[in-house]
C-alpha cells in the first residue's frame, strides 16, 4: 500500500474535527480535496498518525457574499467556484485564477481552503489571496483568528496555522469598482504548476491615473510575495510604456536569489517575472478602460 | 447514491465500506490507507482502471465519482463508502457492445499502447457530459491531464470530435 499507516476519522460536526484536531496536536493532518495531500502520503513525504477527513462537514461547503468579501468555507471546491455564477458574476477575477489550477480532474476534488493551507509557493490562490490582501480564518477548540495572508504565509509550505487549528475559510476581497485586474502564468505544459505567475489590480482615479496597484507574484519564492514597490511606483502613472518598463525592472529584485531549480534559473525566472508583469499589468489596466468606454456609451445612448 | 450509512467520528484503521461500482453494490472492510485506485484493481478485480504515476500526475487512474471525472490515486477507498464510481468497465453496453466514445477511438485509431485510453475514456465521458459540442481547442484543454506516452493525441482528438458528434446525433433521436 502507498500510503503509510495512520488512523482516520471523518466526522461531520467541526467541533468534532477542531476536538480531534486539540487532541493530537502536530501528530494529525487535516484531509479536504487531497489533491496535495495524498500525493505527499504515496510519496510517504508525509506520514501523519491520525487523518481527519473534513469532507462530510456540511457546515464547511459554502460560498457565501459578505460586506466587504467573498467568504468560502474549508470544502467549497474548486471547479464549485469555477461554476459558480454568482462567483462569475461577483469575483471574475476568483474564477479566472482557479481554471488556471491543474487540470478539471484536480479541481474536481480540490478545494480553494485546502491550497491555501498547503501553501505551495507555486500555487495559484495564495498568490491571489496575497494580491487581495485577503484573510484567512482559523478555528480551533479554544476560539477563532482572522490572519492576513501576507502573515499567513511564513515560508515554503509553512503558515501561521498553530497545531490544534484548522483553517475554515479564505477570504477573497471584492474587486473595487472601475479597477481592472489580470492574471498571468507561464508553465512547461498545460495544468503544470507554473514557474512564475502574476495577479494584478489596478484602481484608476477620477482623472485616469492609477489611484491604487496591487500585484503579487507566486514561483518568485519561498512564499507567495506582493510587490509593494512595484505598486507604489505605479501609483500616479498612467501605466504607459515607462511606468511598465520601470515597474517590470523593479519586480526582477522580488525574486529570490535561491530560486533556482531543474526547471529554471533564477536568471530565466526573473526575465520572466519582468515579462509577466509588464503583460498582466497592460491586460489589467485594459480591462479598466474598457469599463469606463461602455459607461460613456451607455451615458451618450 | 447510498446514504453513507457509517459513522467514522471515531479514529479506526479499517473500516466496513460500501461502494456502487458500475452499478453494482460493493461491501469489503478495507483498511484505512487503501487508495480508492488499489481498491478497484485489487480488491474489486477491476484492473481496466490503471495506475500510472501515483501522484496524479498522468490521469491513468480518472473515474467517475458521483459523476465527475477524479483521479482515483488521490482518493482513499473509504473516501467512495456510500457512493457512485463508474469506471471503464462501466462503460459497454449490456451486451457488450463498446460505448459511443470506446466505438469512436476504435475507429480513429485513438489508442496505441492503451495504457492511458481507460482514464481518457473516462475523462471525455465527462466532458462531453458538461460540453457537447467542444472545440478542438476546449477539446486540447480538457484533455491536457491525461498523458499519453505513445504521444498519439492527433488521433486521440479526432476520435473525440467524432464521439461527440455520434453523442449528440444519439441524444437527438432519444428527444
Known sequence: ?301 | MLERDDDFSQCVEECEIAVIVNGHRYERTVPVRLLLSDFLRHDLQLTGTHVGCEHGVCGCCTVLFNGEAVRSCLMLAVQADGMAVTTIEGMAGTNSELHPIQQAFQEKHGLQCGFCTPGIIMSVHAMLHEHPDPTEKEIRHELSGNICRCTGYQNIVEAVKLAAERLREQHMEVE
Open chain 1, 1 to 301: 500500500m502507498k500510503p503509510p499507516r495512520f488512523q482516520y476519522c471523518a466526522p461531520r460536526i467541526l467541533d468534532e474535527a477542531l476536538t480531534l484536531l486539540d487532541q493530537h496536536g502536530e501528530d494529525i493532518k487535516v484531509l479536504a480535496g487531497g489533491q496535495s495531500f495524498v500525493p505527499l502520503l504515496n510519496m510517504r513525504l508525509a506520514g501523519p498518525a491520525y487523518i481527519v477527513d473534513i469532507n462530510h462537514i456540511s457546515e464547511l461547503h459554502y460560498i457565501e457574499t459578505e460586506d466587504g468579501y467573498l467568504a468560502i468555507g474549508a470544502i467549497a471546491r474548486q471547479r464549485q467556484i469555477e461554476r459558480s455564477v454568482l462567483v462569475q458574476e461577483k469575483h471574475p477575477l476568483l474564477v479566472e485564477v482557479i481554471k488556471h489550477i491543474g487540470h478539471m480532474q484536480i479541481r474536481n476534488r480540490g478545494t480553494v481552503v485546502g491550497s491555501i493551507a498547503h501553501a505551495d509557493p507555486a500555487a495559484e490562490l495564495p498568490a491571489l489571496l496575497t494580491c487581495l490582501n485577503g484573510e484567512v480564518l482559523a478555528q480551533s477548540i479554544h476560539g477563532e483568528r482572522v490572519i492576513k495572508a501576507e502573515e499567513f504565509f511564513t515560508g515554503y509550505l509553512t503558515t501561521a496555522l498553530e497545531p490544534g487549528e484548522m483553517l475554515t475559510e479564505a477570504r477573497f476581497p471584492w474587486i473595487p469598482p472601475r479597477a481592472g485586474w489580470s492574471f498571468m502564468e507561464f508553465a512547461r505544459r498545460a495544468g503544470d504548476y507554473a514557474l512564475v505567475g502574476a495577479a494584478a489590480v489596478l484602481t484608476p482615479a477620477p482623472d485616469d491615473t492609477c489611484m491604487s496597484a496591487h500585484i503579487a507574484y507566486l514561483g518568485v519564492a519561498g512564499s507567495p510575495i506582493r510587490a509593494h514597490a512595484v505598486e507604489q511606483m505605479l501609483v500616479g502613472t498612467t501605466l504607459d510604456q515607462r511606468a511598465l518598463d520601470a515597474a517590470a525592472e523593479a519586480a526582477r529584485e522580488i525574486v529570490s536569489e535561491d530560486m533556482s531549480d531543474v526547471h529554471a534559473t533564477v536568471e530565466y525566472r526573473r526575465t520572466l517575472t519582468a515579462e509577466l508583469t509588464k503583460r498582466v499589468l497592460k491586460a489589467a489596466w485594459g480591462r479598466r478602460e474598457r469599463q469606463e468606454r461602455q459607461e460613456q456609451q451607455r451615458g451618450e445612448g
